[in-house]
Nanobody, 123 residues
Framework: QVRPVESGGGSVQVGDSLRLSCVPS????????MGWFRQAPGKEREFVAA????????FVADSLKGRFDISRDGLRNSAHLQMSSLKVEDTAIYFC????????????????WGQGTQVTVGS
């Protein structure tokens, strides 16, 4: 099964920017909706952003608007999460997801998950 593969995580300081990328592990014949979730230690997994299969619609969690942005490379299943003005509370494992069967905001609707990439923001 083809899965998302994340890259770009790391350790940064408060106020820095970071760009995460996500590509499929193998060949994908179709273009899928893609998204990002994150999970901080001791907290539930939360929606970060999502983009439709054709890139015409994108969504960012209300609490992250203005700092985070999602984009994709046309119809390729390659997506990016641009994060700026990072805060300590953005520290989490960030998961890329493919192929939603319903609403983008519910983690249960996404069929394929990556292993995650760690983002650590230090003060």
């Amino acid at each position: 099964q083809v899965r998302p593969v994340e890259s770009g995580g790391g350790s940064v300081q408060v106020g820095d920017s970071l760009r995460l990328s996500c590509v499929p592990s193998g060949y994908t014949p179709s273009s899928y909706a893609m998204g990002w979730f994150r999970q901080a230690p001791g907290k539930e997994r939360e929606f970060v952003a999502a983009i439709s299969w054709d890139g015409r619609e994108s969504f960012v969690a209300d609490s992250l608007k203005g700092r985070f942005d999602i984009s994709r490379d046309g119809l390729r299943n390659s997506a990016h999460l641009q994060m700026s003005s990072l805060k300590v509370e953005d520290t989490a494992i960030y998961f890329c997801v493919f192929d939603s069967s319903g609403t983008y905001f519910d983690s249960r609707e996404w069929r394929s998950w990556g292993q995650g990439t760690q983002v650590t923001v230090g003060s």
